[in-house]
């Protein structure tokens, strides 16, 4: 059981690049998110899908796209990269939404740098 | 809106040390409480979770107790170890039943023990 897969685990970009980072989840889960985690400001949530076909904007969306075509995967697109965006970035599932009794699961991250 | 505060870092103790890293939450209703930690170049785990006021959550020697009076989840460990050397989150959700699990973070505290 793989649980929550994030690739790549490391990424140089440059400025204006655009990229996907991958993640899939093989627990049937219905609850997605991506965060990104930056010092000083623990993680924070840029967008968040309840199932296949639906998708919504987290705390911090722009710059961002992403789409839920399968249960299994929700990538995350970064349009035209940005210094700012420099972060590492988590990958989280669960079952479903609601009820606190859902533990979340969240992938390995991804370290990117844009220059 | 729904905000958590936790105490700044680095904690830095000598093995078999007592460990507290307090927690304070702002939150409308009744949220579920998490602590996660994350050790150096890994995702974060789910250490342990309380969803009800005076609930204790306990994990790995770890405990948190949910205080509702008091706005608090912090954690505590007896003695500590090397290998518990570590960012720890606190985060909170949405109360059972509610729309969505969104977890909103603290910004962590790296704990370092010392042999």
């Known amino acids: 059981n793989a649980g929550v897969t994030q690739t790549p685990k490391f990424q140089v970009l440059k400025t204006g690049q655009s990229m996907t980072l991958q993640c899939a989840q093989d627990?049937?889960?219905?609850?997605m998110s991506w965060y990104r985690q930056d010092p000083g400001m623990g993680l924070r949530l840029i967008h968040y899908s309840v199932g296949a076909g639906i998708t919504d904007q987290g705390e911090v969306p722009n710059g961002y796209n992403v789409s839920r075509s399968t249960t299994e995967d929700f990538p995350l697109r970064l349009l035209s990269a940005a210094p700012s965006q420099t972060s590492v970035y988590f990958c989280?599932?669960?079952?479903?939404?609601?009820?606190?009794?859902?533990?979340?699961?969240f992938g390995e991250g991804s370290w990117l740098t844009v220059v | 809106g729904d905000s958590v505060t936790q105490m700044e870092g680095p904690v830095t103790l000598s093995e078999e040390a007592f460990l507290t890293i307090n927690c304070t939450y702002t939150?409308?209703?009744?949220?579920?409480l998490f602590w996660y930690v994350q050790y150096p170049g890994e995702g974060l785990q789910l250490l342990l979770k309380?969803?009800?006021?005076?609930d204790k959550g306990s994990n790995k020697g770890f405990e948190a107790t949910y205080r509702k009076e008091t706005t608090s989840f912090h954690l505590e460990k007896g003695s500590v170890q090397v290998s518990d050397s570590a960012v720890y989150f606190c985060?909170?959700?949405?109360?059972?039943?509610?729309?969505?699990?969104?977890?909103?973070f603290g910004t962590g505290t790296l704990l370092a023990v010392q042999p």
């Open positions: 985060a909170l959700s949405g109360p059972v039943g509610g729309a969505t699990n969104k977890l909103i």
């Open positions: 627990m049937n889960h219905e609850y």
């Open positions: 939150a409308t209703g009744y949220p579920s």
């Open positions: 989280a599932s669960s079952l479903s939404q609601g009820a606190s009794g859902n533990t979340i699961y």
């Open positions: 309380a969803t009800k006021a005076d």
